[in-house]
């Protein structure tokens, strides 16, 4: 049974940090590139951050480029979101999301999601 399980969400003040983790089990983990996303209210769903399969490449959108870090460890099955100099505008439901090589036909999965709150 495939799964993906966020956590660290919370609430937490202009300006300070927070690190999200997403646990997978059920899929080869190491061979999927993983995202995170997320959603505010009344907005669709935006990627936030990508990380490929062994970790080698990132990218970030562009507003959280310089204070968001996504990060793996495939040993632990793992991926993280590390944000740091949070502002209410980062406030959503942020989602984990895994996605299989193209040759496996691009299986893509997802987490429940774990609200983050920034404010004072």
């Known amino acids: 049974q495939v799964q993906l399980v966020e956590s660290g969400g919370g609430l937490v003040q202009p300006g300070g940090s927070l690190r999200l983790s997403c646990v997978a089990s059920?899929?080869?983990?190491?061979?999927?590139?993983m995202s995170w996303y997320r959603q505010a209210p009344g907005k669709e769903r935006e990627l936030v951050a990508a990380?490929?399969?062994?970790?080698?490449?990132?990218n970030y959108v562009d507003s959280v480029k310089g204070r968001f870090t996504i990060s793996r460890d495939n040993a632990k099955n793992t991926v993280y979101l590390q944000m740091n100099s949070l502002k209410p505008e980062d406030t959503a439901v942020y989602y984990c999301?895994?996605?299989?090589?193209?040759?496996?036909?691009?299986?893509?999965?997802w987490g429940q999601g774990t609200q983050v709150t920034v404010s004072s």
């Open positions: 999301n895994a996605v299989s090589p193209a040759a496996w036909g691009r299986t893509t999965y």
């Open positions: 059920g899929f080869t983990f190491s061979r999927y590139a």
């Open positions: 990380i490929t399969s062994a970790g080698g490449s990132t």
